[in-house]
């Protein structure tokens, strides 16, 4: 299954229709594969093999596109970074995956120039800069510079089996380092067909996608694109209001966001259900949404709301629009060909109803992490991937997500999930967003604190709010021992809040 022979068969057969827009770019399916494959024969021409690794540290734009179906075709893989790393950052995930070449944006031109004495497999003739209006540093390549003169017809078979590699995509650091999770075309073929499947996709499907697609998240709609020979709306950032416009111009029907997103689009003076009308799905990706805005797309925008719950090891349960009133609040079910146990400490099955880690095998699952067979073996057990998320299963067999086992707070002995807490703090008109961390605490070990964003327009001091929460949660133990008021949470590029900085920063502040 390679993923590389899609977008020359779109090119055959739908020459003509409209493949990707991206800001005043429209390309049909010919256009885009001539522009990739003078990507793809201009990195061949440099002398960069099937299975060696480039880097992109590129935003939203077409040449991070073009990359992607030029590493598909060529089995070169791909290694894509968040513009969000700092120098340090970067120049470890560089080394770590072995890149022999990056794509970059211009403005990373001066801190490539500092640690390229760093990345001895990086010849200095390919780092490429993207969008550069200056003189590149000594031996940088612009991007223009690098595909002059290379052929837009396709470049020959690579060979590609099931089992070569694609991509290698850095996990967020959410809960610990960075970790390559490697993905073969196998791999990505699955993505294609399951999730065009479970989104009810078809060739005439128009797709929009505002969120960073160096994310796994983006392939979540990418893969089944490519696939169906679909059109593909991509904004080079997220703003609610140009979302909506779009949605609403273009008659889009797929729409992949994460929870901020959703809500930014709700709260939005631009939002109406008229406006959305011609979705046919919008999907909650990278941390489930409160129940509390649940309810409203619901009752806004009904029979269009999907939910997964997805790691980008492989593992996955999706709840269908067609079910998201009947089991709200839960993540879904294991699609086809997927298996899913929750299992206890002790490695038994746990009972419906009874909470315990989420494990689960599959289709999609990555082949390992990127040179540490130690962390692969803790992740994977038997064939069986160890989540590190703690949920139950109803009687009918749906995932109801509780929370991250290593974001569970001990209070006095007894475990208290944040998700039940933020649940609670969601529901007062005041707030807009929250998140629950825990702190240590003299007598009970932890005590659970939120951290609140107020509704533009809004305010309300953290000790009536404190009250009024602790009035409301379900137990004495999982009631707030702080809040603190901020403009917004901190989230990564990907949309995950970062509930280990929240933590360490209250640790810090309220230090002797």
């Known amino acids: 299954m390679n993923i590389g022979a899609l977008l020359p068969r779109h090119a055959r057969y739908r020459p003509d229709h409209l493949a990707l827009v991206v800001g005043d770019q429209r390309l049909t399916y010919r256009k885009l594969n001539a522009v990739v494959n003078r990507l793809a024969n201009a990195l061949l021409a440099n002398g960069i093999a099937k299975g060696e690794k480039i880097a992109t540290v590129l935003p939203n734009c077409l040449e991070l596109m073009t990359a ?83 052929a837009e017809d396709n470049p020959l078979d690579a060979g590609l089996t099931d089992a070569d590699v694609y991509n290698i995509m850095y996990s967020s650091g959410t809960t610990g380092a960075p970790k390559g999770i490697v993905h073969s075309h196998y791999v990505r073929a699955m993505y294609c067909t399951l999730f065009g499947s479970a989104w009810r996709m078809t060739p005439e499907s128009v797709c929009l996608h505002a969120g960073a697609i160096v994310f796994n998240g983006a392939m979540l709609d990418l893969m089944p694109w490519m696939y169906l020979g679909s059109t593909y709306i991509l904004h080079e950032a997220f703003n609610a209001e140009r979302v909506i416009r779009d949605i609403e111009r273009e008659q889009v029907t797929h729409t992949v966001m994460v929870p901020s997103q959703i809500v930014a689009l709700l709260n939005s003076p631009a939002f109406t259900p008229q406006a959305l009308a011609s979705l046919e799905m919008i999907h909650n990706v990278g941390g489930p949404l409160l129940l509390e805005y649940k309810h409203r797309l619901n009752e806004l925008l009904p029979g269009k709301f999907d939910v997964l719950y997805w790691l980008t090891e492989g593992f996955m349960t999706v709840l269908d629009k067609h079910d998201a009133i009947r089991k709200e609040g839960s993540v879904g079910a294991p699609p086809s060909f997927f298996e899913m146990r929750i299992l206890r400490a002790d490695g038994t099955e746990c ?61 006095g002995g007894v475990n208290v999930y944040p998700r039940d807490i933020e649940e609670v703090v969601i529901q007062h008109p005041a707030v807009t967003d929250v998140a629950v961390f825990g702190v240590p605490d003299e007598k009970w070990g932890e005590t659970p604190v939120a951290a609140v964003v107020l509704h533009p327009g809004e305010t309300i001091e953290p000790e009536p709010l404190k009250e009024w929460t602790n009035g409301r949660v379900d137990a004495k133990f999982q009631r707030v021992s702080d809040i603190i008021i901020m403009n917004a949470l901190p989230r990564n590029l990907a949309g995950k809040v970062l509930k280990r900085e929240m933590r360490d920063s209250y640790r810090r502040q309220r230090s002797p």
């Open 351 to 411: 009972a419906p109803g009874e909470v315990g880690e989420i494990c689960g095998k599959g289709p999609t699952m990555m082949a390992g992490y990127y040179k540490r067979p130690d962390l692969t073996e803790q992740a994977i057990i038997d064939g069986w991937l160890h989540t590190g998320d703690a949920g139950y299963v109803d009687e009918d067999g749906y995932l109801f997500l509780i929370d991250r086992i290593k974001d569970m707070i001990i209070s």
């Open 68 to 150: 992607y179906w030029a590493a598909a075709k060529t089995g070169i893989v791909i290694v894509p970074m968040s513009t969000l790393l700092q120098e340090g950052g970067l120049a470890t995930l560089l080394r770590d995956s072995d890149s022999v070449a990056v794509l970059a944006e211009a403005s990373f031109a001066q801190t490539l120039d500092r640690i390229r004495g760093e990345l001895p497999a990086l010849r200095a003739d390919r780092f490429v800069l993207v969008g550069c209006q200056a003189e590149p540093p000594p031996r940088f390549r612009t991007y223009e510079d690098f595909t002059a003169g290379a």
